[in-house]
């Protein structure tokens, strides 16, 4: 059994999205980290921040969406979503899943909230570079790492979702334009978007 824990309207929403992707059965438990004091103590069995996503597979936790992403892809090899080790994509794959999570995301976050700091003191740099690396990638073609969808692409379009169409954060150049048209017009984005506003 595959169990996923789920926040509605959150971070969680990319790996309910990659789940949807996978086409694979799996038990949702929702966290309700929005209460006063976050999600209940006992959840730190799970998630030692209370945060989500989380999921067990077989008696395992993984964390962190990356990381989730990563497992699952792998996990569900027939899905095709991750190419496989000694694959040339491999490595840029990997690449893509920690690079959204560790620096496209807080870029985001700093633009969003308008935090004021030296690129130089932090580990995700400026958002000026974000931007621009995105952009050359999906300018050179149609997904993040070539012309095939991968798990990298749940992650990457989550965000550029967010940043375009929500927060406002980013132009929506012809590259972006695309790449968001592409992605509306899969089955697995198309049931994740019907189960978000379902409350799930």
């Known amino acids: 059994m595959l169990i996923f824990y789920h926040?509605?309207?959150?971070?969680?929403?990319?790996?309910?999205?990659?789940l949807e992707e996978l086409g694979v059965p799996?038990?949702?438990?929702?966290?309700?980290?929005r209460r006063e004091g976050g999600a209940p103590e006992s959840y730190r069995a799970i998630q030692p921040h209370k945060k989500a996503p989380a999921i067990v597979h077989e008696g395992v936790v993984i964390t962190e969406r990356a990381a989730i992403a990563t497992y699952l892809a792998d996990a569900f090899p027939e899905a095709g979503l991750a190419p496989p080790i000694g694959d040339p994509r491999r490595g840029p794959y990997l690449?893509?899943?920690?690079?959204?999570?560790?620096?496209?995301?807080?870029?985001?976050s700093a633009k969003?909230?308008?935090?004021?700091?030296d690129a130089l003191t932090?580990?995700?740099?400026?958002?000026?570079?974000?931007?621009a690396h995105?952009?050359?990638?999906?300018?050179?073609?149609?997904?993040?790492v070539g012309d095939a969808f991968t798990a990298a692409d749940v992650s990457?379009?989550?965000?550029?979702?967010w940043a375009a169409h929500v927060a406002k954060l980013l132009p929506e150049t012809p590259a972006v334009r695309g790449y968001l048209d592409r992605?509306?017009?899969?089955?697995?984005?198309?049931?994740?978007?019907?189960?978000?506003m379902e409350g799930a």
């Open 7 to 18: 926040a509605p309207q959150s971070r969680s929403g990319t790996t309910l999205w990659l």
């Open 95 to 108: 690449s893509w899943l920690v690079y959204v999570d560790s620096v496209l995301d807080p870029c985001l």
């Open 183 to 196: 992605i509306q017009k899969r089955p697995g984005f198309q049931r994740f978007m019907a189960k978000a």
């Open 26 to 33: 799996y038990q949702i438990e929702l966290v309700d980290i």
């Open 122 to 131: 932090v580990s995700f740099g400026r958002f000026e570079d974000a931007v």
């Open 156 to 161: 990457l379009a989550t965000a550029l979702h």
């Open 112 to 117: 969003a909230f308008g935090w004021q700091y």
């Open 134 to 144: 995105v952009e050359a990638t999906l300018s050179a073609h149609d997904y993040a």
